[in-house]
């Protein structure tokens, strides 16, 4: 047997030790609910035009939590250090929790009706977020009430994680430093628990964990989901540029387009320096060796380096035109 066959061989014996630690009802029910997750974010897709709230932001934040997870696993015991004399969580547990919450954090997406003609669409905060969790609770709930009292896969704990997990992915706008950030993982009144903490880090951490190229595409289709209403405009722009190079663009509905699109630039370089400005504050809390391996392992894009090239980039002048704009935001990938 060679060494990459002892390595399999190794993983499947690990992976069937974790698997037979769980109930037969618990690992029944994660396939279940994972299948309503799915069916529920495909109406939502289909129904609200969904292009950066879809089974790719999904599976990219699932992807990032776990990476997280498993950097600080090894830490696991000191972070509860200061709760030894209640029950350690089981990190094989939290972590099929982590990866519930990651699908189906975003499973409801819920707009608020449009009252000015020609703007973006806009989310009360929140309420997308309580939704989802009212709606993926009263799933879990029917499923407990299938089983006997004594063997229902989902314990009130697991509940509150999951719930606590996908309302701290609740965004909040400040004007401070014009960027957004998750109010979760600042408050001073309640401490956030460790999948929390990690569904939050990984909903907005494209730019620190997978860097510019993603956060550039994260950018473009947030602006595409936020903005249906333009979907029109820029096809035909695209058929109309391409026949004619040179059309005059001075009409009120690419003009509408380029203050958009420039207003969602100006927006997009703020989060990024958001981000690296609130990295500390959003770890601390964790134990020092957590902290320095995540950031020497995990958010290792979120760099003076990286930010000075995002602001190079980014469009500075508000008169930039409309093909500059389009150019920057690489629309021809989309539309």
Known sequence: MNQSDKTDRKKQESLTS??????????????RVKIFVEEETSKEIKCKQLYYHNFAHSRAVAQRAERIFQEILPFWTSIFADTLDKDVPDPRRVKYLIEICAI?????????????????????TGVSERKTVIKLVEYII??????PENSCPFSEDDIQLISEAINATICVYD????????????SKEKSISIAARIIALADLGGLGIEGMESF???????????????????????????????????????ENLRQRLFARSQFQLNFAIGRKNRLERELSGLPEPVIDALKSHIFIYLTND?????????PKNPETNLKDLVEFFHLDKYI
């Open 142 to 147: 029917r499923l407990n009430a299938e089983y």
């Open 104 to 124: 189906a954090h975003d499973m409801v997406q819920d707009f608020s009706p449009v009252e000015v003609p020609k703007t973006a669409r806009k989310r009360e």
């Open 175 to 186: 004007p401070l430093d014009k960027s957004i950030y998750q109010p979760d993982l600042y």
């Open 216 to 254: 550039f595409d994260e950018g473009t289709l947030i602006f595409l989901e936020e903005n249906i209403d333009l979907i029109p405009v820029l096809n035909k722009y695209f058929q109309k540029i391409k026949k004619y190079p040179h059309i005059d663009l001075q009409t009120p509905e690419y």
């Open 18 to 31: 974790e698997t037979r630690s769980f109930s037969k009802s618990f690992l029944e029910a994660l396939k």
């Open 306 to 314: 990286i930010i000075q090239k995002i602001i190079d980039k980014t």
